[in-house]
């Protein structure tokens, strides 16, 4: 993570990331199993990297595989919210 | 007209002002070069001396391999001259180690013109490449940070792309 960032991000600097502790982090690890969260707004830590997650989009759950590049983000940048919207000819008319 | 590194300076404006045709100079960082190569805040571009115009040239260059700025100190009101059983060496170190002091050149990291436009590319392409939603916005050509679409954004179809030029 670059220290810029959290300089950068508008929160200070004392507080540090915000992040949700989850307590089954080094069993996800290990068993490959997601993790189910809705906490979109927390930081991804470097021990995070390699973990499963399934975040909360609103509606459903989103596979998010963490990678090295993607530390300092926040969880919810890859669960989209938003579909594009595309026209649909109506069925019955 | 003054020429530095294929970017025009006209003649008429102030130096401060006509450095930001730079990409990536600023008010605040064309002020900053100004102070270090002493062009007064009036100048204007078309009495910059032969020296100070390579003098710019050579610093906008390669500003990370530009000589160090010389910093002399300058004695507070509170200075008391050292007395004189002090030996003249002494005074000389002091001096010197004062010459030393002060914060990082803030110019030393400067990045404009194509070096500038490619660290705006290459951070898109890192927020692509990782596939969050600022990457996708900027894919879609539409705006980052939550404004509307429904109209206007004219701006954001214009110019947000992966491989974006300005």
Not at chain 2, 26 to 43: F, M, N, P, V
Not at chain 2, 69 to 94: E, I, M, Y
Request: aromatic share 8%; net charge positive; proline share 7%.
């Amino acid at each position: 993570m670059q220290p810029s960032l959290i300089l950068r991000s508008g929160r200070s600097a004392w507080k540090g990331p915000y992040f949700v502790a989850f307590p089954n982090l080094r069993e996800a690890l290990e068993s490959n199993a997601a993790i189910r969260t809705q906490a979109r707004s927390c930081t991804i830590l470097p021990n995070f990297v390699g973990i499963r997650f399934m975040v909360h989009n609103g509606k459903d759950y989103l596979p998010v595989t963490v990678t090295q590049d993607m530390v300092g983000h926040k969880l919810g940048e890859f669960a989209h919210t938003k579909k594009r919207f595309t026209y649909k000819m109506t069925k019955n008319k | 007209m003054v020429h530095i590194l294929g970017v025009q300076l006209p003649d008429y404006q102030l130096a401060r002002f006509a450095l930001t045709a730079f990409y990536g100079v600023g008010h605040k960082t064309a002020h900053r070069l100004c102070a270090r190569l002493q062009i007064h805040d009036r100048c204007k571009v078309r009495s910059l001396t032969p020296h100070q115009i390579t003098e710019l040239a050579s610093f906008l260059a390669s500003p990370s391999t530009a000589p160090p700025l010389l910093r002399v100190p300058l004695a507070g009101p509170s200075f008391k001259a050292a007395p004189p059983s002090v030996p003249a060496q002494d005074l000389r170190n002091a001096f010197l180690a004062a010459c030393k002091k002060g914060g990082a050149d803030p110019l030393k990291s400067l990045k404009i013109e194509s070096e500038a436009k490619r660290v705006v590319k290459d951070n898109i392409a890192h927020q692509r490449m990782i596939g969050s939603y600022v990457g996708k916005r900027h894919a879609m050509h539409l705006p980052v940070r939550g404004q509307n679409t429904q109209t206007n954004a004219r701006t954001a179809r214009h110019l947000n792309k992966v491989d974006r030029w300005g």
